[in-house]
């Protein structure tokens, strides 16, 4: 089962090292890791998708609390969450089926961010399925490249989270709400 | 070298009263001095010679070792006897890395150490510079911490962090990488002292109440309790409110290897060690038990066996300070988080006398049955009986230290220990070489003591090369070889698993006794068993550090053993027809 860990570091050297080598050490399994700054210079934060049982994330929270420059450590499991990943994926794709493409890009709300001859290059931003789901759908073509930040979360109610009426995700049906 | 003050200071621009300039490896032995260092071990070297050269005219006491990594293990055995922090101060690359046994050794066994590396200077790291290594990236995943400074102005504060946090919660080793420059730079100094910023470690020592309530109530209510007390125990110097716990609860406690001492062996309600090597007794109790009370242990392979079979009956509390080892391996019912001394401190509050005369009954039939034993009739001398000889003739209160292996084992069964922090030994890492360095770091720590290392012919051979350090020093360190001729724990697996094939596990050893007449320590040998009584009084009186070398019984096997796999109740070597009663 896949679960979201999030931990609050602080800027030093090495830190990331702490958290990778300690992943390895014990054997826990990580499918992916994005590395931030937050709005505390002092402090960036780690998201952590890890693959694993109850016993296992608990023993993952524990191991990365005993991480000295770990300030804090948040659990997302069964939390309501806002996840996005964003993408970068270069497809192939001749002139004459541009207009399929873009008919796709639009149903996900992508964006063409560079374009070529035989090639689109297209920046997609949100939760996992939904990206996915995109490459899927361009698979036919042809992904000649693509890279991805790996996936970043906040849950919904937690203190920072915006008033309703800010929150345009809420409104209305969308491909991206989980 | 030294202090730059104020006044004497052309250039006062930047300073203001309450402050003063001082170099990098000033600054480090100051602080060695304010967290209360008296004793270091160590071994010089190029990137450290200005921190030596401070060191000159410290009052500090240094012990130098013949390798590090001796350094390293007597650090650690000063640490677990005094319960301070051991300091070790060494150089870099090689210096560095021959720490690293030393520092896993620790680690495992949550023993406080500092341990400060030198490194090339700040503007030579990575450039694979002389005798440069990435101590750091190396030392990572086997001390609780370790930093760099590349600032001479974050020295002082990152030394007393690596003190704070090597000596407080779950205590264990932290590295401390120093570069060339940074001992060499100068920098200002408040001397008030530096502030400790961690925001990110916090201890908890007290214990959640009613988590307490619930392991004691747990505790009224069961039939059958054992307690298993782990190194935790030592750690926390919680023997005490363990013992008044034990007398007023009326339980019977088992212990780990690291918690040999924490609870007096020679009272009726001690099952002695438990696990691999255990006491059958012991292991019954566990087996049969109806709740287990772990205090600072941490349901390591070789206690549990075969872990789902492991207490098939119990319910499980777990006194603990670190939450990461709470139903880590065991499930766990009443976790306890916090210090064990101020946990069981509050426990015997809540705790009821109970009589339990079945439960004991049982353990007293059981200790009957499977008593541990020995053939002491052959003409040949019994490891065992050495062991038992000089704790008669220590009265069971040296300070004892073993390496790996058999001799660690028998020693474990048969010195009774009754004291905490006298049985000093590698346990999670299984250090070969550990006794000897370890027993000359417990003579420094305790002068007055007497010290004995039982070691193993391969144990001793792997740091025979601190005789040296005893012999310059000093120290009256008994060594005592129950020389086999194999490595003899490697030998019984062969035996028992690999159809007697003893591959590599032999050696040829050398003439004990004249190696260490060599080095000018005091060389003895026994190879009857009527001359043991009389050459272990020869040892003891002895003042110099005195090696015996006793030719010991070759083929001699650890029993009980409980083989990998299999139940704790399910013992090889016990009489044939009892190890199926759970």
Redesign the interface.
């Known amino acids: 089962m896949k679960r979201t860990i999030s931990a609050l570091v602080q800027n030093q050297p090495g830190v990331l090292a702490r958290v990778a080598g300690m992943f390895a050490a014990r054997n826990f399994n990580i499918d992916s890791l994005a590395v931030g700054r937050t709005e505390n210079p002092n402090l960036s934060r780690i998201t952590m998708v890890v693959i694993g049982d109850d016993a296992t994330l608990e023993q993952v929270r524990k191991q990365l609390g005993k991480i000295i420059p770990i300030v804090k450590v948040y659990d997302f499991t069964g939390e309501d969450l806002v996840q996005r990943d964003l993408m970068l994926i270069k497809i192939a794709v001749a002139s004459e089926k541009r207009p399929e493409i873009q008919a796709i890009i639009d149903m996900f709300r992508a964006k063409v961010v560079d374009i070529g001859p035989k090639f689109v290059m297209v920046e997609v931003t949100g939760p996992e399925q939904k990206i996915e789901a995109f490459i899927d759908l361009c698979r036919p073509y042809g992904v000649k490249d693509m890279v991805r930040t790996g996936m970043i979360a906040m849950p919904r109610h937690s203190k920072a989270r915006p008033d309703k009426g800010l929150e345009p995700e809420r409104q209305g049906p969308e491909p991206d709400r989980e | 070298m030294g202090t730059t003050t104020d006044s004497a200071s052309p250039n006062s621009k930047n300073q203001s009263p309450g402050f003063s300039k001082k170099l990098g490896a000033q600054i480090f032995c100051d602080v060695l001095q304010e967290e209360g260092v008296e004793t270091m071990f160590g071994y010089p070297g190029g990137v450290v010679l200005p921190v030596f050269d401070a060191l000159f005219d410290s009052p500090i006491n240094f012990v130098l070792s013949r390798h590090e990594q001796g350094a390293t293990h007597m650090a650690d055995a000063y640490a677990r006897v005094t319960g301070k922090v051991g300091v070790v101060l060494v150089t870099s690359g090689p210096g560095a890395c021959n720490t690293v046994t030393g520092l896993a050794t620790a680690n495992m066994d949550s023993i406080p150490l500092v341990v400060i590396t030198g490194q090339v200077k700040t503007p030579l790291i990575g450039n694979d510079a002389f005798q440069e290594a990435d101590t750091?990236?190396i030392t990572?995943?086997i001390t609780?911490?370790n930093?760099?400074v590349k600032d001479v102005n974050n020295l002082a504060r990152t030394l007393h962090e690596a003190f704070h946090?090597a000596r407080t919660g779950r205590p264990g080793p932290v590295v401390v990488d120093l570069p060339l420059d940074v001992s060499t730079s100068q920098a200002q100094v408040s001397n008030s002292g530096p502030e400790i910023d961690?925001?990110?470690?916090r201890v908890r020592y007290e214990g959640h109440i009613r988590q307490i309530k619930r392991a004691a109530e747990a505790i009224n209510a069961s039939e059958k309790p054992v307690i298993y007390a782990g190194g935790g125990v030592i750690l926390a110097n919680a023997s005490e409110q363990l013992r008044q716990l034990v007398q007023k609860a009326n339980v019977p406690v088992t212990t780990t290897l690291l918690g040999l001492g924490c609870f007096d062996e020679n009272d009726p309600k001690s099952l002695q060690m438990l696990g691999m090597h255990g006491t059958a007794y012991a292991n019954f109790a566990v087996q049969e038990c109806d709740l287990l009370v772990a205090v600072g242990a941490r349901f390591d392979d070789r206690i549990t066996g075969d872990v789902k079979r492991f207490a098939p009956h119990a319910r499980v509390v777990h006194i603990d300070i670190?939450?990461?080892s709470i139903?880590?391996n065991v499930k766990v019912d009443i976790p306890v988080v916090g210090d064990a001394k101020s946990i069981l401190s509050e426990m015997v509050k809540y705790v009821e006398p109970r009589e339990r005369k079945e439960w004991f009954a049982r353990i007293d039939q059981t200790k009957k049955l499977y008593p541990l034993t020995y053939n002491n009739d052959t003409g040949a001398i019994k490891p065992q009986y050495v062991i038992e000889e000089v704790c008669r003739q220590t009265h069971g209160k040296a300070i004892v230290c073993t390496g790996v292996g058999q001799h660690q084992m028998w020693t474990a069964q048969f010195y009774r220990f009754s004291l905490p922090r006298h049985f000093i030994s590698s346990g999670g890492l299984g250090t070969m070489g550990f006794g000897f360095p370890a027993a000359i770091g417990a003579q420094i720590a305790r002068p007055d003591a007497t010290v004995v290392d039982f070691d193993g012919d391969s144990s001793f051979s792997m740091t025979l090369n601190e005789l040296p350090t005893a012999v310059e020093n000093g120290l009256p360190v008994k060594v005592c070889i129950l020389n086999n001729g194999y490595m003899g724990m490697v030998r019984q697996w062969q035996e028992m698993f690999y159809g007697k094939r003893y591959s590599k596990s032999f050696l040829k050893n050398p003439d004990f006794a004249r190696v260490a007449e060599a080095f000018g320590a005091v060389g003895l040998t026994a190879t009857r068993k009527d001359q043991v009584p009389k050459i272990i009084e020869q040892m003891l009186a002895e003042k110099k550090c005195c090696v015996v070398d006793f030719h010991v019984e070759r083929e001699e096997n650890v029993w009980p053993m409980v083989a990998t796999g299999k139940g704790l109740h399910e013992m090889a070597g016990l009489p044939a027809g009892t190890s199926e009663r759970v």
């Open positions: 750091t990236g990572r995943p609780k911490h930093s760099i946090i961690l925001p990110g470690y670190d939450p990461a139903s880590k």
